[in-house]
């Protein structure tokens, strides 16, 4: 089921960018600890698509990301990129690190140089630019990021606890990736910082057309920015669709112990009022138009 | 990272996993101490069948405790080369200069032999024992030394959460690691300098977060008031059960039997 939905449901016009074929995981084979990470998931992921990935802690996700650069190695089926096996001998896995930028939780901990200019030259460098270039790099990577060049000469150890995550995901951008994997950016930050992080991903992935697959805890992030969405449950892909169709299965989602937008549940309630309300509306603007086009104010 | 058996615990449900700290911490220190005092064939070939009972009772399956000997694979080749050719005695062969003598691969056979069953003997103790309760068996096994001023309490306490941290850190190092690799760090390949190099942006964040994580842990324990051993009681105090006593049995007549054939 799930394969037929994401194939119907991704744009005709997208070259495929990601396409995950039956990937599975299992930790530890062969112990008494063996546990299923995910089984038999496949996808395919278009250019410039915002894709947001939701599941509970344990759902997989986090162990799923970590296929699509080759960090992690599947038991089971394979990614290709580009139309290539990323894991076949010989796949310069590397190279591919670098078009799939990975920005993972808590990336302000991975922070180790004296400035962060330095540290966000780390990753060009790697990939084989000379000083002079990863320093251009870097400094485009920050300004994306939103991180003022008053910072750069700082230690990054120094910074707030936002800053830093933006120099961490400046880090990645430097890289000039193709696409961006991110993983909860906006944990641990207040509403204010959260709302910033999200926005910056959400532009980026406008400006330069970048790919972005974001892993969030919060259905209404999610249903703000993504134009797809994926639904992980114990290591089974449930969902993959548009916000308005996912959404529009509360009662499975509540199954699996998730729950959908708390706009989308305010528009059922109205709904079932009596209003005239479009309840496939998930975030606050289109719950807006919808209502004030129902009190016949627009 | 991930290989370090020594210290890991393996859950399962056995007799050996329910058996008292002390007990088994006993039971291994005879087991060390017996392995010096065999000399010949019918020593080992008890401690053997002694070892592969045990191994058995573990229900830790054979290739989790190899592992743990794969730290001391060069250990062991030395002293077994050594033993081979520095020893006086009747030539068998000759390699240039060296010569492998009759007496020498009879002492590397044996040598090499104690020192896989003293790891093996240490690994089932530390794959059938928890951390913590490793520690409150050496704690209190050894809290005769308080009477002349060791603090043992504190450093049963310093261990266990050194002991508790090992995996946090393995899973930090490994979750850095991967974060510093999407970069495109390299920490495989190159020179001894390059690869010493690469372990900077490794090195860095661990050490930042341990010492933020120790900086909690003093935080938190303070907040509920830890003053250290005085008066301190425990959840789950520990006491002999009759498996035990069969167990102190079973050892005794090991080791009587190993003191016999040796």
Known sequence: MCL?????TLHESLTIMIEAK?????????????SHAFEDVSFRIGRGEFIGVIGHTGSGKSTLIQHLNGLLKPTGGTVYYDGEDIFKKGYDLRKLRSKVGMVFQYPEYQLFEETVLR????????????????KEAAKRALTLAGVGEEFWEHSPFELSGGQKRRVAIAGVLSMDP?????????????????????????ALGKKKNITILLVSHSMDDVAQYADRIMVLSKGKLVFFDTPEEVFSHVEELEEIGLSAPQITYLMRDLAAAGLPVDVNANTVEEARETILKALGKK | MREITLGQYYPADSVLHRLDPRTKLAGTLVFLISLFIAKGFPGYAVATVFLAAVIIMSKVPLSFIVRGLKAIVILLLISVSFNIFLTDGTPIFTLGP????????????????RLIYLVIGSSILTLTTTPNQLTDGLEKSLGFLKKIGVPVHEIAMMMSIALRFIPILTEETDKIMKAQMARGADFESGGIIKKAKAMIPLLVPLFISAFRRAGDLAMAMEARCYHGGEGRTKLRPLHYERRDVIAYIILAVYFVLMIIMK
């Open chain 2, 98 to 113: 060296l010569k492998a003598t009759r007496e020498g691969l009879n002492l590397a056979l044996f040598m090499g032999v």
């Open chain 1, 178 to 202: 193709e696409v961006l994997v991110l993983d909860e950016p906006a944990a641990g930050l207040d509403p204010a910082g959260r709302e910033d992080i999200l926005n910056t991903v959400a």
């Open chain 1, 119 to 134: 540290d966000v030259m780390f990753g060009p460098m790697n990939m084989g630019a000379a000083e002079e270039e990863a």
């Open chain 1, 22 to 34: 039956n990937l599975t995981h299992v930790y530890n084979e062969g112990t008494a600890m063996e």
């Open chain 1, 4 to 8: 037929h939905l994401c194939l119907c």
